[in-house]
């Protein structure tokens, strides 16, 4: 449609025309890709030549390496808490509706406008180990120590990771899901089909689009996720992102955290491709992408 | 309907209820109660208080909220118009050179913000232009975070509207800001306020760019709750997280009211 009404246009000014993207592409030049290639430079050298021996003694480092694999790890299994959870809860929502399900959709919804570190924050009070359910158990059955101590570890940054971007798997599930023809599924279950099977062979084909690219956002979205480690602040969950902080915040070491940024945000905007690639093979509107 | 017969029905919702209840419910009513408690050390609060608003609304706090406030609609407002242009502008662009572009202006929303934070700490700290340390540099994190998402929300808008109107204005002699005006903005309204809640809701909760780059006296909201929580002040931490969380659902409900006006008419 867009492209009709460029045809529409009278041909005479087309060139005029396109200097009107001069400016906005000029402010995302100075403000994006001219920081962004300083930290490739400051990685690769700075002031002084060209070298690449920073990188060799960072990528060979214990704790970059350290870092990597927890960062790979727990976006990973959050990716695929996100992706189960998602698609349990759409499909509770949307084909054994209760009353009030649509408020909870719209409730699970807002948790996309909310900062991330808020779930960290109330699993503290929760799973923290002077938490609700800590001291709960202790009162019921009278142990010594806090019997659940799993927040300050990986596990807590992946539980926290999936509850905050299991929501941006349901968004486009539920869109996914309300286009599904309900008389298929009623067909399919006069005709003896048990639930099970109407999941395998009818819902879960349908939402595959959607499912893979609000997996692959969330894997985006989980590399890259800073906040949820930050306040968890456990000593040995350092993902790549918590590792460019402390390196140029605590201490003032910005060619490290350079050449980290580099590969942080290579790997970043290979998912990101994985991720445009995806909708673009399924198409924008079968995946649900909005 | 999944499940026909009623006792399995009953059956997940036993499963599933409680499951959206703790995983969803349950953390935001934690947070609303400890916001609200003087004393949390057995299962439940063992009293409760307002000191703590009236604390967030003192002094330190209520800079934060103050300069998340600022920071989040300033920078919505500039990646507003800026992503507006761009959207505008690249209708009028070939195909191919369009697909480029487009890209251009998505890939920020790819980048980690850790490491935006750090690509304008390192560039604006060395001449030709020298910000490190202002309240600026901020607002362009801010603005170059969200930019992305202002973009896409205004280029979907504007692939959806109907491309007749403009056509029919333009066949009846209207100069081109004289159509954009009367014609494009307002069919294009409900997509710019909701693209401006989005980018103000991710600027409220902005952290990891933030916390690279702000100045003494320009702490966000986001920053002074990690600051609380990091030293253990986790009542005022969840205080001010119930205050940020008010703050950016009044202005995202607000201007959904504004939308919905501006649809129906």
């Given amino acids: ?290 | 309907m999944l499940v026909w017969s009623k006792s399995g029905r009953v059956l997940t919702w036993l499963l599933a209820i409680p499951l959206f209840v703790i995983i969803y419910g349950l953390p935001i009513g934690v947070i609303a109660l400890a916001s609200v408690s003087g004393q949390w050390n057995d299962v439940l609060p063992s009293h409760f208080t307002l000191e703590h608003y009236a604390d967030a609304f003192r002094a330190a706090s209520f800079d934060s909220l103050k300069a998340s406030l600022v920071t989040g609609v300033l920078a919505s407002a500039a990646a507003l118009v800026s992503g507006t242009w761009a959207a505008l502008a690249l209708r009028r662009i070939q195909p191919v050179p369009k697909r480029i572009l487009d890209l251009c202006f998505f890939i920020p929303s790819a980048v980690p913000s850790v490491s935006i934070g750090l690509s304008l700490l390192v560039a604006f700290s060395q001449p030709p232009v020298l910000l490190n340390g202002t309240r600026l540099i901020v607002m362009i994190a801010h603005f170059v975070l969200i930019s992305a998402f202002t973009y896409g929300n205004v280029a979907a808008g504007l692939a959806r509207i109907p491309s007749d109107c403009e056509q029919v204005a333009e066949s009846l002699g209207a100069r081109p800001f004289y159509r954009l005006r009367r014609v494009t903005l307002p069919l294009l309204l409900p997509y710019l306020i909701a693209a401006f809640s989005l980018s103000f809701a991710l600027s409220m909760g902005e952290l990891g760019a933030t916390v690279m780059i702000y100045p003494p006296g320009w702490m966000t909201l986001p920053v002074s709750i990690f600051a609380l929580s990091d030293r253990g002040a986790i009542f005022d931490a969840a205080t001010l997280t119930m205050i940020l969380g008010m703050a950016t659902m009044l202005v995202l409900i607000g201007l959904s009211r504004i939308s919905s006006k501006a649809t129906v008419r």
């Fill in chain 1, 1 to 290: 449609m867009a492209d009709a009404a460029i045809a529409g246009v009278p041909a005479s000014r087309p060139r005029l025309d396109s200097f009107w993207v001069v400016p906005p592409l000029l402010i995302l030049a100075a403000l994006f890709f001219y920081p962004l290639s300083l930290i490739v430079r400051e990685a690769l050298g700075g002031n002084e030549a060209f070298t690449l021996s920073h990188f060799s003694e960072v990528l060979s480092s214990r704790r970059f390496l350290d870092g990597l694999y927890n960062t790979i790890i727990i976006a990973t299994c959050a990716t695929a808490g996100c992706i189960v959870l998602g698609f349990v809860l759409s499909l509770v929502i949307a084909f054994v509706p209760f009353r009030g399900a649509k408020s909870v959709a719209r409730l699970i919804d807002t948790f996309i406008a909310l900062p991330t570190f808020l779930v960290t924050l109330a699993f503290t009070f929760i799973y923290g180990s002077a938490g609700l359910l800590n001291v709960s158990l202790i009162r019921l059955f009278g142990f010594d120590l806090p019997p659940v101590d799993f927040l300050y570890s990986q596990w807590g940054v992946i539980l926290a990771e999936t509850t905050v971007y299991t929501p941006f798997v349901m968004r486009p599930l539920l869109a996914t899901f309300s286009q599904i023809d309900q008389a298929q599924i009623e067909v399919a279950s006069s005709l003896g089909a048990k639930p099970l099977r109407i999941i395998r062979q009818i819902i879960l084909p349908a939402a595959l689009p959607a499912l893979v690219a609000g997996g692959s956002l969330c894997l985006l979205l989980t590399v890259n996720e800073f906040g949820i480690v930050l306040f968890i602040g456990a000593k040995d969950v350092i993902t790549l992102p918590m590792l460019i902080y402390s390196k140029a915040i605590q201490e003032f070491d910005y060619t490290t955290a350079c050449v980290i940024a580099v590969v942080n945000v290579a790997l970043s905007l290979s998912l990101y491709t994985l991720y445009r690639l995806i909708i673009a093979h399924f198409g924008g509107n079968r995946a649900g992408v909005v």
